[in-house]
């Protein structure tokens, strides 16, 4: 299984993209930030990584409301990689 799950597309991680040259990417929850960097490098060679910051997203209540009653739960727990880059651009919808 790969250390990238999938890249983060919202409107505030666009307007980063294109002002901090900054992406984000859901990754595993045990991998390192080397690891992070070196997928990447990998999966797109033509940038250069040069920091890579991360964040465990925590869990948190979800809820809804059912014939038999109020079903609650919680979504689960999640690590964000924030990746900034030195040279290159990722274009995550050239793939599609």
Do not use: C
Not at 53 to 81: D, L, Y
């Amino acid at each position: 299984m790969s250390i990238l799950i999938q890249p983060l597309i919202t409107e505030k991680l666009t307007r980063i993209q294109e002002e901090q040259q900054k992406y984000a990417f859901k990754v595993l929850k045990t991998a390192t930030k080397p690891q992070i960097k070196k997928a990447i490098e990998e999966r797109y060679p033509e940038v250069k990584v040069s920091k890579v910051n991360t964040m465990i997203v925590p869990s948190k209540p979800k809820g809804r409301h059912t014939r038999s009653g109020f079903v609650e739960g919680r979504n689960a727990v999640w690590k964000k990689a924030i990746i900034t880059l030195k040279e290159g651009e990722i274009d995550f919808f050239s793939e599609i």
